[in-house]
């Protein structure tokens, strides 16, 4: 699909140059030929000029200047065009290049997704099938039932990721102000993320009663998709930072990875809809796209600012401050 891709790219590069250059030699052509008439009707106009006429060399000139005036009409009239077709090649070709991007994209969310819905499917499906089959003991069943439940509670956070960025982005989502205690929705955020990866190391450091004005919902999205986030690229051996403490003036947010890290050059684009990092055929790592575009999106809404930063020695600093 990435070769139809790139040749579909090509197609279209080479089409957009040719007409470029098409253009461009129509209009020094058109150039040349009204230049080359106004001199021809300036020469015949004075060869109908009589030499013994008083005004015969003010004639010369008003016509001299009359071919000055076309040439100049001719050039500025030329460039208007130039400017105007550079402008338009560039605006088609950058439309052109983003809706393959897009495309692109959205294609890589469709696999991903189906990834994602798939795999929480089938371990349900396996756990419920083992549970009515066989007679289990009470310990197992009841890991498996634990199971089943992460595996929905992923299902779940999945649905709710790409029904809250389509509401987000179509203006259907009514936020809700209201105060609430952050410190115990970020606990519990916190301990569900423990409970579900044993083996992890975690450091938390959550001040009590940190109160801000928000909606409930999204902000518990904004720190599911944080953790999830550290989870996915860090190793396992590696710990995971959670940090919420009250500043001067504000709320200061952040979780810590011990992963690969984020170049310098796309940690802009890290939080665009439907973006990740790497070549979606080989990618490892679970995720839609969606996770950090939801995190700036809601972050910017409760009037917060979202960044990421190195972690020393290794991996990411992701750093929400909300502004009280």
């Not at 089938?122 to 439940?149: D, F, G, S, V």
């Not at 956070?157 to 982005?169: G, P, R, Y």
């Not at 102000?177 to 606990?187: R, T, W």
Request: aromatic letters at 10%; one cysteine or more; proline letters at 2%.
């Amino acid at each position: 699909m990435n070769i139809l891709r790139k040749k579909g790219l090509a197609a279209a590069n080479l089409v957009h140059w040719f007409l470029l250059f098409y253009m461009l030699a129509a209009l020094v052509w058109w150039f040349i030929s009204l230049e080359h008439q106004n001199r021809q009707m300036t020469a015949y106009k004075l060869t109908e000029l009589k030499a013994e006429d008083p005004a015969y060399l003010s004639k010369i000139e008003v016509l001299t200047a009359e071919e000055k005036r076309a040439t100049t009409k001719y050039v500025l009239e030329g460039l208007t065009f130039l400017l105007v077709i550079i402008v338009a090649f560039v605006y088609v070709y950058r439309a052109v290049r983003r809706q393959f991007r897009v495309s692109q994209q959205q294609q890589n969310f469709i696999m991903a997704v189906t990834h994602e819905f798939k795999t929480p499917i089938a371990i349900t499906k396996l756990n419920l099938e083992t549970l009515l089959k066989h007679r289990l003991e009470e310990p197992r069943k009841e890991k498996l039932l634990q199971m089943t439940l992460l595996e929905t509670n992923r299902l779940n956070t999945l649905t709710n990721n790409i029904l809250i960025s389509s509401q987000l982005e179509g203006g259907g989502y009514k936020m809700s102000k209201e105060e609430l205690d952050l410190s115990a929705l970020a606990k519990g955020a916190v301990q569900e993320f423990e409970n579900r990866f044993t083996e992890r190391r975690w450091n938390i450091h959550i001040e009590p009663d940190v109160d801000i004005s928000g909606d409930t919902l999204l902000l518990q999205i904004l720190i599911n998709n944080l953790l999830d986030n550290a989870t996915k690229y860090s190793p396992k051996e590696g710990a995971i930072g959670f940090t919420l403490e009250k500043k001067t003036g504000g709320v200061l947010l952040s979780v810590t990875d011990e992963g690969e890290g984020i170049p310098i050059e796309e940690r802009k684009m890290i939080f665009d809809r439907f973006y990740r990092i790497g070549n979606e055929t080989v990618r490892k790592a679970k995720g839609t796209g969606l996770g950090l575009y939801l995190c700036k999106k809601i972050a910017i809404d409760h009037n917060a600012d979202i960044m990421v930063t190195n972690n020393t020695p290794q991996g990411s600093i992701f750093t929400i401050y909300f502004k009280l």
